[in-house]
């Protein structure tokens, strides 16, 4: 069974700096994509940062040059390095993988291509 772990959310003040954890387990594929995600009070959730197999990323415009999404293959450990936070980075944060589904050109950002989630980590800035 796959499991999809979270950690590492918290609060920390504006132009301060978190990074969140994802740990995989349970499964293993040639070829799979790893997305971050976040959903804030009232909002639809939206795609933060995603890596494939093949070590290319995306980044939503809105965190491009400050978040940096890497993965640990041998730990099967995903991480998002969050730097210059604001207070609109204000969400619950989730990890998912895409094991399944559409052949992709570039990681895809939309939620609906990710097929295993795991539980959300709340991350809150400050101003």
């Known amino acids: 069974e796959v499991q999809v772990v979270a950690s590492g959310g918290g609060a920390v003040q504006a132009g301060g700096s978190l990074r969140l954890s994802c740990a995989i387990s349970g499964y293993k594929y040639d070829s799979y994509c790893m997305g971050w995600f976040r959903q804030a009070p009232g909002k639809e959730r939206e795609g933060v940062a995603a890596?494939?197999?093949?070590?290319?990323?995306d980044y939503a415009d809105s965190v491009k040059d400050r978040f940096k999404i890497t993965e640990d293959n041998a730990n099967n450990i995903l991480y998002l390095q969050m730097n210059s936070l604001t207070p609109e980075d204000t969400a619950t944060y989730y990890c998912?993988?895409?094991?399944?589904?559409?052949?992709?050109?570039?990681?895809?950002?939309?939620?609906?291509?990710?097929?295993?989630w795991g539980q959300g980590t709340q991350v809150t800035v400050s101003s």
């Open positions: 998912a993988a895409k094991t399944r589904g559409a052949a992709w050109v570039r990681p895809p950002l939309q939620s609906f291509e990710y097929n295993y």
């Open positions: 890596i494939d197999s093949d070590g290319d990323t």
